[in-house]
């Protein structure tokens, strides 16, 4: 792969096409079943799925709601009358021969999002436009034979097709996963990443630094995670300029994403618009959209994550921790309410909580109906715990992952584990006095009397152990000091 200093010679242009499932009961055209996870293969199928003779497409309006709500999270406005055409290719995978997709009016027009990067910067990605498709069905390939799953076919998608405004893989990654959150808190898809409900293809090219002519691109195809969004980029990026150094010429092609080998693969050489034999679809007629229709449909659009990155900008938390709270809506709204309800104090304390109790790897797929029962006002009283030091931060931890396991009241689950700390100057001034008469404290005494300051943690241990893990260590601390 090319050294540093040649790859900081060149600069890598990215567009991403987003694949969105969106979160229907039946299909795009049919009553089949949307929801074809871990089902048996060719089970949500119907005839007009299987492409029949005589069999004719209905539009399923759940899905233009949700499509007009997606244009919204993506600042697009919202075409007044769009309209579907025919996709003409080789899918073995749809039955009649072509995908129906909106080639010439899509749904949704240009629009544009902040994607907040992690060193605190951000970098704005234009929307060109996002159409509404269905999906193809699923081939598992064999030695000498394939095997077709048609339960996908039929699934109705918006294809988010972004301007070439991302320079980074770290970029592509940020805006890859701004993007997915703003889908699900949308509520326009589940958002299920295993299960395919978002599929990014990323189109890369490399040109020299200070070029305006953009170079050959080639489409990385189907990724659906973040990580293989980032190391795809980055190993396309060192392909092609591996064969520009070495005097070759990129080929504009479709190419795969090796997750096990992490490098890419070619797979076919990449068509053009007229390949595909465009067509209006004579069977479906025009959606016919009215403003009041629209603005109906935006008017109870949820909080998005950039509402929420402002409302936290006062409570002075880590990116981190601020990306562990969106991953998941629920906690982001919780945490919010506490805000609202309790101030800046208590809900700092709580988002830590999030981020250190909980993890990073939760998702909204994840919320069970436990954590729906965690309620903002029990998270208040954690907090005014903590602040009032009658619970230490790692006990905290164990509450907070108690309310998560579902138990319910803080205090309670305190009580019955014996976990409140004690504050009473007086009992804590007796076990210090215990402590420091101790024989066994002289060596440690000398050692702080010599300048080791750090010894005195020792001491600090010794009057929670005494204290049966009940004594406030920062009131202990400071009482042995005083005595000191």
Same mark, same amino acid.
């Given at each position: ?12 242009? =990215?567009?991403? @096409?987003?694949?969105?499932? +969106?979160?229907? &009961? ?17 089970? &949500?199928? *119907?005839? *007009? ?16 709601? +949700? ?18 055409? #025919? ?38 990605? #234009? ?29 109705? +998608?918006? @294809?988010? *097709? ?36 978002? #599929? ?12 305006? @002519? ?60 007229? $390949? ?11 959606? *016919? ?6 603005? @109906? ?38 945490? #919010? ?27 909204? /797929?994840?919320?069970?109906?436990? $954590? ?18 009658? !619970? ?42 215990? !402590? ?11 050692? =702080? ?28 601390? /400071? ?6």
């Amino acid at each position: 792969m090319a050294q540093k200093e040649v790859l900081d010679t060149y600069e890598m242009t =990215i567009g991403i @096409e987003c694949h969105v499932q +969106l979160a229907t &009961k039946t299909k795009l055209f049919s009553a089949a079943d949307n929801d074809a996870r871990d089902s048996e293969p060719n089970s &949500k199928v *119907v005839p *007009v799925d299987y492409g029949l003779p005589g069999m004719l497409p209905v539009l399923n309006w759940e899905a233009v709601r +949700l499509s007009v709500r997606a244009g919204k999270a993506l600042n697009s406005e919202i075409a007044l009358r769009s309209h579907f055409d #025919r996709k003409h290719y080789f899918y073995p995978d749809l039955p009649k021969g072509y995908q129906t997709t909106q080639m010439y009016e899509p749904i949704i027009g240009p629009g544009s999002i902040a994607v907040p990067l992690e060193d605190g910067s951000a970098v704005d990605v #234009r929307i060109h436009h996002a159409h509404m498709e269905e999906d193809a069905g699923k081939l598992t390939h064999f030695d000498g034979y394939s095997l077709v799953d048609l339960n996908r076919a039929g699934t109705p +998608l918006i @294809e988010i *097709v972004s301007e070439p405004d991302i320079h980074s893989a770290a970029a592509a990654r940020a805006y890859a996963t701004e993007l997915h959150r703003l889908m699900t808190y949308s509520g326009v898809t589940h958002g299920d990443l295993y299960h395919g409900n978002m #599929r990014f293809d990323v189109n890369i090219s490399v040109a020299k630094k200070g070029v305006t @002519e953009l170079g050959t691109r080639a489409e990385i195809k189907n990724l659906n995670s973040f990580r293989s969004v980032e190391r795809a980029a980055e190993y396309e990026f060192n392909r092609q300029i591996d064969i520009l150094e070495s005097g070759g010429k990129v080929v504009q092609e479709t190419r795969g994403w090796d997750d096990d080998r992490q490098l890419t693969v070619s797979q076919r050489s990449k068509e053009d618009a007229q $390949d595909y034999r465009y067509m209006p679809d004579p069977d479906i007629p025009p959606i *016919v959209l009215t403003p009041e229709e629209v603005a @109906e449909i935006q008017s109870d659009m949820p909080v998005l994550p950039q509402i929420y990155r402002d409302a936290w900008s006062s409570l002075g938390l880590d990116t981190s921790v601020v990306n562990t709270l969106l991953g998941t809506r629920r906690h982001a709204e919780l945490v #919010r309410k506490v805000q609202l309800d309790a101030g800046d104090g208590a809900a700092t304390r709580i988002a830590n909580l999030f981020a250190s109790g909980l993890g990073s790897n939760s998702s909204d /797929e994840q919320v069970s109906a436990i $954590d729906e029962g965690v309620s903002a006002d029990e998270l208040i009283e954690l907090a005014g715990m903590i602040e009032k030091s009658e !619970i230490s931060s790692n006990t905290a931890k164990d509450i907070f992952k108690a309310l998560y396991a579902g138990e319910h009241n803080p205090r309670a689950i305190a009580e019955a584990n014996n976990l409140l700390q004690n504050s009473d100057t007086d009992a804590i001034a007796v076990v210090v006095d215990e !402590i420091l008469a101790d024989p066994a404290s002289a060596k440690v005494l000398e050692d =702080i009397r010599s300048g080791n300051d750090k010894a005195i943690g020792y001491l600090v241990g010794q009057v929670m152990k005494k204290s049966r893990g009940q004594a406030n260590p920062a009131l202990a601390q /400071e009482l042995l000091r005083k005595k000191l």
